[in-house]
């Protein structure tokens, strides 16, 4: 009874973290899409004003026109090709998705953060609520797979292994297994789909997993490539993973 009710509590955490995720996407994705609209559209004029007028602008209006960009590129818009990149949301809703999955697991890589006051306020009690959800999920997560340690380690101690060689080898099995899977295959899927170099993949993968997030390089956020629709939501699923198997390393 106790083995079907303890699966039965890691399914509703499982289920209710992800809908806990899906939930806030859509919050997001309300909260800030009209106001990034806006924002597109002002640094498209801004744009247009400025090839009409830049043979006689001013230095004054020169240097605003230079801090308005800067400002619309930090704030993720960037004035790049034609009009039609308007439509192009940062807040669709696999962006909304990897943006609430870096928020409950501290990543925060800071290039799409929310620009309202809704979005903000609401950032807060996500994180406040999703934080600790998320560390009980990772536990969780990080709990059944040092079950299936324990079968191994069972497994090896009956074909007469000693404790203390079973313990190496099955740390040893999931350090590999796991830069395999989180780490070298990844890594491999973002050389191809995001174009970078093999060493910049790992160090994306080694950023992301540790926390660190520096956000110098996110995935999905090139202007001018073409990722496929859940690309971003597959790598939020991807991280979290990753982070239940580290939390494993450490449990180990």
């Given at each position: 009874k106790t083995m079907c009710s303890g699966k039965l509590q890691t399914g509703l955490l499982v289920a209710s973290y992800f809908v806990y995720l899906l939930v806030g996407a859509a919050v997001f994705q309300a909260l800030e899409r009209t106001a990034e609209?806006?924002?597109?559209?002002?640094?498209?004029?801004?744009?247009?004003?400025?090839?009409?007028?830049?043979?006689?602008?001013?230095?004054?209006e020169m240097e605003q026109f230079m801090k308005n960009l800067t400002e619309a590129i930090q704030n993720g818009v960037y004035p790049v090709g034609n009009e039609s990149r308007i439509e192009d949301s940062n807040w669709d809703f696999s962006n909304s998705f990897f943006f609430a999955g870096t928020v409950v697991s501290t990543i925060g890589y800071g290039t799409l953060h929310p620009k309202t006051t809704g979005g903000q306020i609401f950032c807060v009690f996500f994180a406040l609520f999703g934080i600790p959800l998320n560390i009980v999920?990772?536990?969780?997560?990080?709990?059944?797979?040092?079950l299936l340690c324990k079968k191994l380690g069972n497994y090896l101690y009956e074909k007469g292994m000693r404790k203390k060689k079973i313990?190496?080898?099955?740390?040893?099995?999931?350090?590999?297994?796991?830069?395999?899977?989180f780490l070298c295959l990844p890594s491999l899927f973002f050389q191809i789909t995001e174009g970078w170099s093999y060493s910049e993949g790992i160090y994306f993968a080694f950023i992301t997993l540790s926390t660190i997030g520096f956000g110098d390089y996110v995935v999905g956020k090139q202007p001018?490539?073409?990722?496929?629709?859940?690309?971003?939501?597959?790598?939020?699923?991807?991280?979290l993973f990753g982070l239940a198997w580290i939390a494993l390393l450490f449990n180990l």
């Amino acid at each position: 009874k106790t083995m079907c009710s303890g699966k039965l509590q890691t399914g509703l955490l499982v289920a209710s973290y992800f809908v806990y995720l899906l939930v806030g996407a859509a919050v997001f994705q309300a909260l800030e899409r009209t106001a990034e609209r806006q924002e597109k559209i002002a640094a498209a004029q801004m744009k247009e004003a400025f090839l009409q007028n830049f043979t006689h602008l001013t230095v004054a209006e020169m240097e605003q026109f230079m801090k308005n960009l800067t400002e619309a590129i930090q704030n993720g818009v960037y004035p790049v090709g034609n009009e039609s990149r308007i439509e192009d949301s940062n807040w669709d809703f696999s962006n909304s998705f990897f943006f609430a999955g870096t928020v409950v697991s501290t990543i925060g890589y800071g290039t799409l953060h929310p620009k309202t006051t809704g979005g903000q306020i609401f950032c807060v009690f996500f994180a406040l609520f999703g934080i600790p959800l998320n560390i009980v999920f990772l536990h969780h997560v990080g709990k059944m797979l040092s079950l299936l340690c324990k079968k191994l380690g069972n497994y090896l101690y009956e074909k007469g292994m000693r404790k203390k060689k079973i313990k190496f080898l099955t740390l040893l099995f999931f350090l590999c297994t796991g830069i395999l899977v989180f780490l070298c295959l990844p890594s491999l899927f973002f050389q191809i789909t995001e174009g970078w170099s093999y060493s910049e993949g790992i160090y994306f993968a080694f950023i992301t997993l540790s926390t660190i997030g520096f956000g110098d390089y996110v995935v999905g956020k090139q202007p001018g490539r073409n990722y496929f629709s859940y690309y971003r939501s597959l790598v939020a699923i991807w991280i979290l993973f990753g982070l239940a198997w580290i939390a494993l390393l450490f449990n180990l």
